[in-house]
């Protein structure tokens, strides 16, 4: 087993989320990718994965949002880190994202991606 930390990506788009798992391998971190809200926090839930931080896109079709879902994984772990990804909601996060959390607006270079995670993993949740 890998000693990389290991990401949960909540991405519905299967090309964008190919390119984030490229980008964290790149990184030095493993992604566990999902395809919806729902289908992640089963993931978090079951936790056999050890998943460490949460990398999720804001809009996920018809399912919970990417904001809710981190209200709800930080509901049972208050502090997890957050990484949202959004092309078109970047002004709601101020009021919808979580404490703590890290925007990045797409499109984005690659190395931002493990950048914004070796940030909250380095600091912890501080405010942005």
């Known amino acids: 087993m890998s000693d990389a930390v290991r990401v949960l990506v909540v991405e519905d788009e299967a090309l964008i989320a190919s390119l984030v798992e490229d980008a964290l391998s790149d990184g030095g971190f493993e992604a566990c990718s999902v ?7 089963c993931t ?48 709601d996060w101020q009021s919808q994202g979580v404490d703590g959390s890290v925007l990045i607006q797409k499109p984005f270079a690659p190395a931002q991606l493990a950048a914004a995670v070796s940030q909250l993993l380095d600091t912890g949740a501080s405010p942005t």
Do not use: K
Request: negative net charge; glycine residues 12%.
């Open 35 to 41: 395809h919806s809200g729902e289908e992640a926090m």
């Open 44 to 91: 978090f839930c079951d936790g056999r994965e050890g998943c460490r931080v949460l990398l999720t896109d804001i809009n996920l079709g018809d399912g919970i949002s990417g904001w809710e879902l981190a209200r709800q994984i930080r509901e049972i772990t208050p502090g997890f880190p957050v990484v949202y990804m959004t092309s078109a909601s970047a002004p």
